[in-house]
């Protein structure tokens, strides 16, 4: 049994920062694949941040320049510092393992970005 633990979000007015940390517990080893996605309310979720195991990172286009995505292999733990906060960054953000044979979802963590 894999889980993934969140903290970090809440309530942050635009233009601030916040910091999201994801961390497995349970039977894993190693990752392939950790991010971020986010699922605002009535829109679909959307990949907002991953990092490989070879520490390659992508980003969307929308976060690309104020997000930042970083892992710890020790931990297997990944963090997404956001910055410069915009309304529209307002969602629910999961963190996502992929290993070459499974995938895990985190139970998501509220971001609201007040104007």
């Known amino acids: 049994q894999v889980q993934l633990v969140e903290s970090g979000g809440g309530l942050v007015q635009a233009g601030g920062s916040q910091r999201l940390s994801c961390s497995a517990s349970?039977?894993?080893?190693?990752?392939?694949?950790m991010g971020w996605y986010r699922q605002a309310l009535g829109k679909q979720r959307e990949l907002v941040a991953v990092?490989?195991?070879?520490?390659?990172?992508s980003y969307a286009t929308s976060v690309k320049g104020r997000f930042t995505i970083s892992r710890d292999n020790a931990k297997i733990a990944v963090y997404l510092q956001m910055n410069s906060l915009k309304p529209e960054d307002t969602a629910v953000y999961y963190c996502h393992l992929a290993t070459s044979e499974s995938m895990y979802w985190g139970q998501g963590i509220q971001v609201t970005v007040s104007s």
């Open positions: 349970g039977s894993i080893f190693s990752f392939n694949v």
């Open positions: 990092i490989t195991r070879g520490e390659f990172t």
